[in-house]
Each structure stands twice: as C-alpha cells, then as structure tokens.
C-alpha cells in the first residue's frame, strides 16, 4: 500500500508544469489517507530572514503566492541548524514559535500540522506545511507516509524558484511578456522563431527537407551559424554529422588540406592519411562560415565540389564520391565582391539558389528580452551562480536602445561582463551609454558626437575618426582583434591591416 501511495504521488506532483496544478493533483489525493485540510509552501531566504511563501492548496483553491514574512534574527539562525529533524508533527501550532509567527499572517484557521523540511545537497530549501484546523489529529503512521516525498517536492519547488527567479522576480522581462515562460520563443535551439525569426525560420522549413544549398546572408555576430544548425536538425540528414568550417581562420597554404584532406606523403610532414572536413561531413551537412574569405584558387575548387559531388585529396588522383549539403554564410556583399572581381559569379550561382537573410539585432529588438532571458540562464548555469540575476526596466531599456554593432554575438559578450561585475544582480549596462554617442575633442576645441547611426554636421579629422570607431570595436569584442568575434571581422578588415592601422594611430 504504502509502494503505491509513494508512486501515485510522485506521478501526481510531475503532472504539470505548473505548481499550483501538479500541487492540486497531490493534494487531491493524499487528502483520502491524511486528515489534512490543505499543504503550503515556503521557503527561508536566509539573507533577506524572512520567510516566503510561494503555494497554498486547499479544497477550495490551488494557487502560488509572493508573501515575504520579516523573522526576528534568532529564529532564523534555528532555521538553518541542520540537525532539525526532517519531519516534524506539530498537533497544536502554539508549540511552534516560527509556525505559530508567520503561518496566521497567510492563511487563516491552522491548528496542527506536519512539517517538512525539503533539503538539496545539504541546504535547506524550505518545508511544506501539510495543516488541519483542528487540533491533535496527525500520527506518527501520517509522517511516515510523506516523509518519502520530499525529494519530489523539493524538486519541483526548486524548479518553480529558478523559474520565479527569471520570469516573477525579474520585473523588466515581466513587463515585456508575463506569460514569458509559457510561450518561450525558442524552436531547434532559435530563440525569436516566432518574433523576430519568423520570416526566416518559415524559409528553414521549406527548404531543410531538401538538399538544396542554401546560402545565409547577414551581419557578423547575427547567429548564422544557429540557423544553419536548424537547418541540418529539421533535414533528413540530422543524425548525420554537422561539420562547421571557419573559412576566414584557415591560413591560404593550409585550405586544401584542411577542407579536401590529403595522401600519405602529399608534402613534407604528411606521415599519414588526412580526412578533410568535407569528408568528415559525408552524409550529413557542411556549413561553410565565412564563405567571402576563400582566395579565388579554392573558390575554383569548392566550385567543382559543387559540381561533381567529388573531391580530391591533396597528393591524391581518385575521386571520393560525397553525398554532402552544403550550407555557407557571410556577412560580406557578395555580388559587389563580384564586381570587384574578387568572388566568383559562377560560385555565386551555385551558392545563391536558396538564399536566407539573417536580419540583425537591430531589426529584431522584440527579441532582446527573450534572448536576455536565454543567455542570463545560461551564463548563469556555466557560473553556477545561486540564483539569476535581475534586469531592471531601466537597464532593459539600456538594451532596448543600443545599437548592436556585434548583434546577437555582442549581447552575450555584454551579458557576461555585466554578470561579472554584478553576479548577484541587479545587473547594470550603463558601461553601453558612452559608446552609442562618444564625445571627439578637435584640435581647434570642437565637440562632436560620434555615433555609428548618425553623422554629424561638424567634421573631424579621419584618423581621430578612425581612432575612435577602432578602439570601439576592441571594446566590443573586449580587446579580442583576431578570429570569430574579433575586432576585424566585426570591422570586416584583413587582421594584419588592422594591426598595422592601429601601430600607426598609437592604439595600444
């Protein structure tokens, strides 16, 4: 009996996602063997010594509350004395001076109860209540047969904080969208699939089931490679590998062997076979970043790839046959870089048969809240911090307003300093303020404003200009000049230029 009074239990407070329901559910049918009138819920915020109520059911309604009661500091060190027994009955609440304080200030009518401490990895979390209004009727047998709950409890009240702590508590992604946590925005890992995205992932699923190439068009930093990722998941190929190439990282003299492999003996240090990246894709998907980067000689070979579904390893003579999609990005203007004679038109069909634009940050401001939701927990997660840090309105309006010259890429990098700073919250963003409108002294004492989204009417000299908009991006991309994220592909220039401008204009 008891087996299965654990078990109904356990599946009744995991029915729902929602607190109050799974709580009801719980209740309804532990009440036929408990003389209980209802079950509550609180936690003790040690920092704050207070008590919170955050659920109450009885037969009449299931519901959570935000009631925070004040405790006299020597009841709350008694509180956190971890030798207090896991359950406890309590047959008149007079008996128990914590109880006795703050339970009346919230519900009305409680005479006896059991308590339960819930308890995770050694902290106390909180108790559950479960109260009758008459006085002496708990037994021993009663305690016996909820004590094996706690776990179950203590998680699923561990899960609704964390979820309080992003949505209820957190005042300014609240006010964006209240239901925030029920509709979350996020499909195949692309968060604002159904805001900002919509447009797009509608094209990403019209076309992942075929294998056509697609070719993603878009700033730097606006998430390419997360819509490439979707692709390949929602393709017939997703249990196949994702193979993500860099094409801008790989150095001139290394790209055929990097991207086509090479034989044993190809070249001085070549000991052994090679597998290329396109290989290691075979049967799944390629995504080709950066696509812009690729010297005309590999243009003309990635060309045949296109062709042929072959490729040649370095040193080698026989075709390998590939059964390959391809996905390729770039924040660059293709077609101009055609003119320029310096990106292939024929590559360019190939490549452009299905192309997506990427909009930027800017373009998608509706996201910003939900992606700050997204990356405060996972910033919070990787620094396994307590609890997640508040957003005010005013500092989500901080956000709202910025420019996003590094998009999605930037926010996260913005995110993470201001956690640093500030892990306990609330999190502060007024380190964006100067850089949206910075102030340029002349030399004949002139004040202008500069700012990527406006010009002004007053004049500087070019480097001073220049000077400024460099050391801007190095505080963007937090002092990073080479590789994804770097200062030079946000300023979309050669990295050795770029250091070589920054030598003659004393950028240290």
């Known amino acids: 009996m008891e087996k299965h009074f654990y078990h109904e239990s356990t599946l009744r407070l995991c029915s729902s996602l929602q607190l109050e329901k799974s709580l009801q559910s719980y209740f309804e049918f532990i009440r036929d063997e408990l003389p209980i009138d209802g079950l509550y819920i609180n936690i003790f915020r040690k920092q704050f010594n207070d008590i919170q109520f955050i659920a109450h059911v009885n037969a009449n309604q299931s519901c959570t509350l935000d009631r925070q009661i004040s405790i006299p500091e020597e009841l709350a060190q008694c509180l956190d004395d971890p030798q207090r027994p896991r359950v406890r009955i309590v047959n008149d609440i007079e008996h128990d ?4 304080l703050v339970a009346p200030k919230v519900i009305s009518g409680i005479h006896s109860l059991i308590i339960l401490r819930m308890s995770i990895e050694n902290t106390h979390l909180g108790i559950v209540g479960f109260y009758a209004k008459t006085t002496g009727v708990f037994r021993p047998r009663h305690a016996d047969l909820i004590a094996p709950h706690m776990h179950a409890l203590a998680l699923i009240t561990a899960l609704n904080l964390r979820g309080r702590n992003l949505l209820k508590e957190n005042e300014a992604l609240s006010k964006q969208n209240v239901n925030l946590r029920r509709t979350l925005d996020v499909q195949n890992g692309v968060v604002g699939a159904n805001s900002g995205l919509k447009h797009v992932m509608q094209q990403v699923q019209s076309i992942a089931k075929i294998n056509t190439t697609v070719l993603m068009l878009g700033e730097t930093g606006c998430g390419k490679e ?3 990722n979707a692709i390949h998941e929602l393709s017939e190929r997703s249990d196949k590998p994702f193979i993500k190439v860099n094409c801008g990282a790989i150095p001139d003299t290394l790209i055929d062997s990097e991207l086509f492999g090479y034989e044993k003996g190809a070249f001085t240090g070549a000991e052994s076979r090679k597998i290329g990246y396109f290989e290691q894709a075979n049967g799944g998907t390629i995504f080709l970043d950066e696509i812009g980067e690729l010297p005309l000689s590999a243009q003309v070979r990635l060309l045949r790839v296109l062709q042929n579904s072959s490729i040649t390893r370095v040193g080698g003579h026989d075709a390998v046959q590939l059964d390959i999609r391809i996905v390729a990005a770039t924040h660059r203007n293709l077609q101009a870089m055609i003119h320029r004679e310096v990106f292939r038109e024929d590559l360019w069909y190939r490549l452009a048969i299905f192309p997506i634009e990427i909009p930027s940050l800017r373009q998608r401001r509706t996201d910003i809240p939900l992606l700050v939701q997204h990356f405060i927990e996972q910033l919070s997660s990787k620094f396994n911090l307590p609890q997640l840090p508040r957003v005010t309105p005013e500092q989500l309006n901080i956000l709202n307003q910025y420019a996003w010259p590094g998009n999605v890429r930037e926010l996260i990098n913005v995110l993470e300093r201001a956690i640093i700073q500030q892990p306990s919250g609330p999190l502060d ?18 004040t202008v404003i500069i700012d990527p989204n406006y ?4 004049l ?10 460099i050391s801007h991006a190095l505080r963007i991309t937090g002092g990073k000049l080479y590789g994804p994220g770097g200062a030079a592909e946000l300023l979309d220039i050669n990295a050795n230029t770029l250091r070589s401008k920054m030598k003659k204009l004393g950028i240290v």
């Open 97 to 100: 001076p914590i109880t006795a």
């Open 226 to 228: 997360v819509i490439a």
């Open 429 to 446: 963003f007024g380190f964006l303020a100067p850089h949206q409108g910075e102030e340029i002294t002349t030399q004949a004492n002139q």
């Open 455 to 458: 010009a002004s009417d007053k």
């Open 460 to 469: 500087v000299p070019l480097d001073v200009m220049t000077r400024k908009y």
